[in-house]
């Protein structure tokens, strides 16, 4: 069995640390924001650098990029918005978000996502086999066609 290094973790810790104390002077809580994103992401860079060690993962750059793209359109599409607040622009916020990425995941094709609406459609049928799918016909006895 391999052992991951103790030092991983109190590197990523004390990395943290550091940049906070840094960026926070010069950013104020932005620093603080960028200090984690900067530190989470090296921490998960070697997570996958120790973990592929251990076990080997193949890593779909494709669909990374693809994802990573999608998340880009919709924070830009979102730009125009983030000056609007209240509960109900926030809830319109989240679904024109939600809307944007889903629709550009699904128009890129990323991992299948293509085929879930007509494989969750077909789940949801709950016709006999034979029978021809009606809306709101349940198929049971009595019910006149």
Do not use: C
């Not at 990395?15 to 989470?40: E, H, K, R």
């Not at 459609?121 to 049971?140: N, Q, V």
């Amino acid at each position: 069995m391999h052992q991951i290094p103790q030092p991983y973790p109190h590197g990523i810790y004390v990395l943290t640390i550091a940049l906070n104390l840094w960026w926070i002077p010069l950013w104020g809580i932005a620093g603080a924001a960028y200090a984690s994103l900067v530190s989470y992401a090296i921490g998960t860079a070697m997570s996958i650098a120790i973990g592929n060690r251990v076990f080997r993962l193949p890593f779909p750059v494709k669909d990374f990029i693809k994802i990573a793209a999608s998340a880009i359109a919709m924070s830009l599409l979102l730009l125009p918005l983030r000056d609007y607040g209240g509960p109900v622009m926030l809830a319109v916020q989240i679904a024109y978000g939600a809307l944007v990425f889903g629709v550009l995941v699904w128009a890129l094709k990323v991992s299948g996502v293509k085929e879930w609406p007509s494989a969750v459609l077909s789940k949801l049928r709950l016709t006999r086999p034979g029978a021809s799918p009606r809306a709101g016909h349940s198929g049971g006895k009595g019910e006149s066609a």
